[in-house]
């Protein structure tokens, strides 16, 4: 099992986040080259919900 994380910058367009998520991946977010957050795409769901 590949539980590898993909990463995107915390300014990433939220279609490429969606794209990504779908997947069924994890995505590690940055801040200036710093983790901030991990998102899964229950976390896009409750952001789409709003």
Do not use: A, C, W
């Amino acid at each position: 099992m590949d539980d590898s994380l993909d990463f995107v910058g915390i300014g990433e367009l939220i279609e490429n986040v969606k794209s990504i998520l779908e997947k069924g991946k994890k995505l590690l977010v940055l801040d200036e080259g710093k983790p901030y957050t991990v998102l899964t795409f229950s976390d896009y769901i409750r952001y789409e919900e709003q």
